[in-house]
T-cell receptor, first 112, second 115 residues
């Protein structure tokens, strides 16, 4: 069966520090991978998606970047965090179409 | 503009009672509609997914309906349990001009079940 792992669960980082959130998927190959951010009281916002190794599409301009070094690994990064980067970050995978999306357990990032 | 609106924003009901959550959307062209349950501090978990041709789908005590003509969906929860306390998110997808699927998320309904 397919599983998705996301870590860390919580993170407190000072402004200006770097960020690296990791997401891995098991039990599947060539999935579509996604990074979402959920701000308090807001719907999930798509940040990045990837349809294959090294293929990254950015949905919104921001202080973050994403990379997919391996088929089942998706990394969300920042060189210098801003206060506005605080939020709940979710990784997800899907085969697209009417196939379901499976979300990771999320990372609560607080930038102080 | 593609939008998904959910109502009510929050709902409190007694354990054992039924409730219905609403979702209206303006997403076009429509591909499918999903309902997710999200516990606090956790990722969303899929409950149902419906395509254009489906107007009802059940998953245990959860029953989702879809009226593609009026662009409305509902999620009915029967005989609520304390574990049903969560946010319920309506998600509507469409196929972009580039051929990839895009999801539009509602802001969710926060459901609290009290004993």
């Amino acid at each position: 069966s397919q599983t998705i792992h996301q870590w860390p669960a919580t993170l407190v980082q000072p402004v200006g520090s770097p960020l690296s959130l990791e997401c891995t998927v098991e039990g599947t190959s060539n999935p579509n991978l996604y990074w979402y951010r959920q701000a308090a009281g807001r719907g999930l916002q798509l940040l990045f998606y990837s349809v294959g190794i090294g293929q990254i599409s950015s949905e919104v301009p921001q202080n973050l970047s994403a990379s997919r070094p391996q088929d089942r690994q998706f990394i969300l990064s920042s060189k210098k965090l801003l206060l506005s980067d605080s939020g709940f970050y979710l990784c997800a995978w899907s085969y697209g179409g009417n196939y379901g999306y499976t979300f990771g357990s999320g990372t609560r990032l607080t930038v102080v | 503009k593609n939008q998904v609106e959910q109502s009510p924003q929050s709902l409190i009901i007694l354990e054992g009672k039924n409730c219905t959550l609403q979702c209206n959307y303006t997403v076009s062209p429509f591909s499918n509609l999903r309902w997710y349950k999200q516990d606090t501090g956790r990722g969303p978990v899929s409950l149902t997914i419906m395509t254009f041709s489906e107007n009802t789908k059940s998953n245990g005590r959860y029953t989702a309906t879809l009226d593609a003509d009026t662009k409305q969906s509902s999620l009915h929860i029967t005989a609520s349990q304390l574990s049903d306390s969560a946010s319920y998110i309506c998600v509507v997808s469409f196929i972009s001009n580039f051929g990839n699927e895009k999801l539009t998320f509602g802001t969710g309904t926060r459901l609290t079940i009290i004993p």
